[in-house]
């Protein structure tokens, strides 16, 4: 069956310590022949592919042959058929890789890196990229032996998601996938430790949730990861081929990151096989909502309706909480900017109250500076967009709120040194002078927060900076801290949730 990826990637790492990943002239060492052919392999999704390369005495890669092989018919094969030509024309191994049939790609560069490395030549030289790691540290090889055993299909339910499409699903579901880990934060209420056991596959998202979550839960549920493949990298399309050779009972995709779009590129390959795509949104049209209506559909797809009833009534009492404060019919609102992933000489974006945090800070009652210069252009109706500094100095606001510039997510598991904002955007020219950096009220928190399932809490957090004496008696961190003892595996403090300037730089 299907190797593990070990040996050739430490057969590379001794490769690219003797030529230090530097680029070197292509060179053979064999002398007397005009030609010579070298052979590779790496392993595909089912078995070795084997490659035959053919190089000229100067190290030029005349022809690319790939051996019999028992990749995916008209997905796997689509890179047998064009890569070979591609890293003959190109005379590189940096060439596009096949959409929807990444590993299949990867294992034919791989395998062609693996025969150049046998006729004494650096397959960095070529263009080959396996000196960089994926953020997070490497992801443990699938191995397909390991994937869940299926139950037999007792009934069926068909639900309808967030776009309105009704899916039918036989049931029970015995193993899932999902666009990016995060998804699974909704599930662990519903199925607990089964939330990883059913677990076959996850999309990657740009700080490394994969090993991120890997790190966190392993030691909770085991190794979970040895049956779950990456169908996709972040913000790209699906690796259908992945998904196929993982088969899971359904594909769950959060359509807030934009994924959408590409699963529904592979819906109608997924629907000749069997696959239903159930599309969820989170934070959706609604920020007080999208979470009930995705933990009820969800409920309804596991086959456990009365815990997401449950896990709802919670979150609800939290947004009846906010609406008995009569926030949105304030006269008086604090004045608000917030800026996405900003340094001192790095101007970030902001939202409107449409969109993202800026959804956040309008249920908690704050005035966004953005929405008067944004709000109705063609440009910031809706989305976000960079505030001119000069209009930020003039607004003067009470409270700043940023996010993605430091803190992290899901990374305090044992052994980690978790992220913390650094607070460099303070250091910029003027904003010294601002009310808010002035009465210490400029504040970080998670990023991903806004689109978790955990948006109650951003809410309630902010509310409460903004109007503490109206708050007073109302602990955001122990509300926090109440919904993780009843619905996840683990503590809230896996996560570094607010930050205040004044607490980090002291």
Known sequence: MRKTVLLLITMLLIIVMLAGCTSTT??????GAAEKVYKGSAPGYHGDIKVEITLDEKGTILAVNIGSHKE????????????PAAIVSSQ???????????????????????ALAGADLDPFAYGYEACESAEGGEIQ???????????????????RDVKDREVT??????????????????????????????????????????????????????????HVGQISDHNAPFDLEMILALEPDVLIVNSAMG???????????????????VMIDVPGESFTTSVQETLKLLGDIFQKEERAAEVISFIDNQYKLLTSKKLSQRSDKP???????????????????????????????????????????????????????EYVLQADPDFIILSGSGAGWMDNFAGSTPKVPKFDILKRTGWNRLKAVQNDQVYEMAHATSRSIFGFYAALK???????????????????????????LVDSDITGWTYRSSEVLK
Do not use: C
Request: charged share 15%; no cysteine; proline share 6%.
């Open 169 to 226: 699903l036989n049931l029970p579901i015995s193993t899932y996938a999902i666009s990016t880990m995060d998804v699974v934060d909704f599930i662990i209420p519903l199925l607990g430790k089964e939330a990883f056991s059913k677990l076959v596959g996850s999309g990657q998202d740009g700080g490394g949730g994969l090993q991120g979550y890997a790190k966190l839960y392993t030691p909770i549920v085991g190794n979970y990861m040895k």
């Open 259 to 277: 994924a959408h779009r590409y699963a529904l590129e592979i819906e109608p390959q997924l629907t000749r096989v069997g696959i239903p795509l």
């Open 92 to 114: 590189s191994l940096d060439v596009d890789v096949i959409s929807g049939a990444t590993v299949t790609s990867d294992a034919i560069l791989a395998a062609v890196a693996d």
């Open 335 to 389: 004045t608000v900017y917030y800026e996405k992933s900003g340094y001192a000489e790095i101007y970030g974006s902001t939202s409107t109250s449409l969109t993202g945090w800026g959804t956040v800070i309008a249920v908690a009652g704050g005035e966004n500076i953005a929405d008067p210069v944004l709000l109705e252009t063609a440009a910031g109706k809706g989305s976000g967009n960079t505030l001119d500094p």
């Open 462 to 488: 902010l509310a409460g900076i903004f109007y503490p004496a109206e708050f007073k008696g109302v602990d955001a961190d122990a509300i926090m801290d109440e919904f993780f003892e009843k619905f996840m």
């Open 141 to 159: 090889a699938l191995d397909i032996d390991s994937l869940p055993v299926k139950e037999p299909v007792t009934g069926s339910v068909t639900v």
């Open 72 to 83: 995916t018919p008209g997905i796997g094969t689509i890179p047998v058929e064009k890569l």
């Open 26 to 31: 292509p060179s053979l060492n064999q002398s």
